[in-house]
C-alpha cells in the first residue's frame, strides 16, 4: 500500500502565501513523477505542477511564475510554494505521484488540502 498525505493548506488573504506539502509513505520502491492539481468549487480538476525524479518541472499556465514546485526524494516529498496567491486559487489540492511498487508503477493520489484565498 502506498499513501500520499497533504497538508499545509489553510485561509490565506490575496495576495499571501501558502507552502504545501505531500509525503508518500509505503511500500515504495521508488518514485517517478510527483505533482499537484487543484479542483476549484464546481470545476473540473486540474494540473498545477509537476516535477520528475531528475529533470525540469513543468507549471500550468496559471502557476507560473507565482508557485513552485520543489521535492525532496530521499523524504519521499514533493513541495508547492505557492506566493501572489488569488482568489481564483481557491480550490482543494491533490498530490499526485507515479510510484513504483512490487506491482509496477501506479498513480495515487492523496485525500486533499483546502486553500481558500479570500479577504
Known amino acids: 500500500q502506498v499513501q500520499l498525505v497533504e497538508s499545509g493548506g489553510g485561509l490565506v488573504q490575496p495576495g499571501g502565501s501558502l507552502r504545501l506539502s505531500c509525503a508518500a509513505s509505503?511500500?515504495?520502491?521508488?518514485?517517478?513523477?510527483m505533482g499537484w492539481w487543484r479542483q476549484p468549487p464546481g470545476k473540473e480538476r486540474e494540473p498545477v505542477a509537476s516535477?520528475?525524479?531528475?529533470?525540469?518541472?513543468e507549471y500550468a499556465d496559471h502557476a507560473k511564475g507565482r508557485f513552485t514546485i520543489s521535492r525532496d526524494n530521499a523524504k519521499n516529498t514533493v513541495y508547492l510554494q505557492m506566493n501572489n496567491l488569488k482568489p481564483e486559487d481557491t480550490a482543494a489540492y491533490y498530490c499526485?505521484?507515479?510510484?513504483?511498487?512490487?506491482?509496477?508503477?501506479?498513480?495515487?493520489w492523496g485525500q486533499g488540502t483546502q486553500v481558500t484565498v479570500s479577504s
Open positions: 499526485n505521484g507515479r510510484v513504483w511498487t512490487e506491482r509496477g508503477l501506479q498513480g495515487y
Open positions: 516535477v520528475p525524479t531528475i529533470g525540469t518541472t
Open positions: 509505503g511500500s515504495i520502491s521508488a518514485i517517478s513523477r
